[in-house]
């Protein structure tokens, strides 16, 4: 996957347009699961087996709902409420745990710190300052 800097239309991307798309790239490779394997699309076998994954789930769910006598019953019944609260509380409880990220770019983190075009050494109050500095 390849995602260009934000910049790269009107020049060479600058380091900090550069490290946004990178961890963009990291982001959509972590939250998509692309990363767990060696090859995703190996014969599309991976993202056959988590298409079937999520249409069974999908299928037992409507089943869950028919049963209960449809959609409106279902609401009435504060299921629907229900399974968004549970599933909103077992994400965060992964979340706390830390068995899941909520996002890529709260596991991931850069070797050093991100520098700002704008640091002091670029404002014009750092210039004259390391110009002053100089011998």
């Not at 239309?9 to 600058?14: E, F, K, Y």
């Not at 229900?82 to 706390?96: F, G, H, K, L, P």
């Not at 068995?99 to 596991?107: E, N, P, V």
């Amino acid at each position: 996957m390849h995602t260009n800097g934000y910049d790269e239309a009107l020049s060479l991307p600058t380091e900090e347009a550069a490290r946004i798309a990178l961890r963009t790239q990291q982001i959509v490779a972590f939250e998509s699961g692309a990363a767990d394997t060696v090859d995703p699309l190996a014969g599309s076998y991976y993202v056959e087996a988590l298409t079937q994954e999520v249409e069974e789930a999908a299928w037992q769910l409507i089943r869950h709902i028919d049963d209960m006598g449809g959609s409106v019953s279902a609401i009435e019944q504060g299921f629907i409420q229900e399974e968004i609260a549970r599933s909103a509380y077992q994400y965060q409880q992964r979340v706390e745990k830390k068995s899941r990220s909520s996002s890529a770019s709260t596991a991931i983190r850069p070797r050093r710190p991100d520098l700002s075009p704008y640091s002091a050494s670029t404002t014009a109050s750092g210039r004259c300052r390391r110009q002053n500095s100089i011998p």
